[in-house]
Nanobody
Framework: QVHVAESGGGLVQPGGSLRLSCASS????????MRWYRQAPGKERERVAT????????DYGASVNGRFTISIDNANHTSYLQMNDLKHKDTDMYSC???????????WGQGTQVTVSE
């Protein structure tokens, strides 16, 4: 069974930083994409960042404004989202998706809560 699990969320002050981790286990093809999303209650889910297994291809959502950096540890099928200069608007549930295009599978984690507050 393929399992995806996020970690690293928590409470942080405005201007602070957090690093989220998305660890996947179980067999998948070695070509995949990992994507970070975020969603607050009553709001639409938005994509934050995407990265390919090789780390060569990256893409960021418009709301990031250069503050977030996605990275990949391909050997361990683990993605990281470094979040700097956090703002109140970044308060969301952050979820990770692993997509394997060769078999069309999507795997989702449970999410990790990020709260930016005084």
């Amino acid at each position: 069974q393929v399992h995806v699990a996020e970690s690293g969320g928590g409470l942080v002050q405005p201007g602070g930083s957090l690093r989220l981790s998305c660890a996947s286990s179980g067999f998948t093809f070695n070509m995949y994409f990992m994507r970070w999303y975020r969603q607050a209650p009553g709001k639409e889910r938005e994509r934050v960042a995407t990265i390919s297994a090789s780390g060569i291809v990256t893409d960021y959502g418009a709301s990031v404004n250069g503050r977030f950096t996605i990275s990949i540890d391909n050997a361990n099928h683990t993605s990281y989202l470094q979040m700097n200069d956090l703002k109140h608007k970044d308060t969301d549930m952050y979820s990770c998706n692993k997509y394997t295009p060769f078999d069309g599978h999507n795997y989702w984690g449970q999410g990790t809560q990020v709260t930016v507050s005084e």
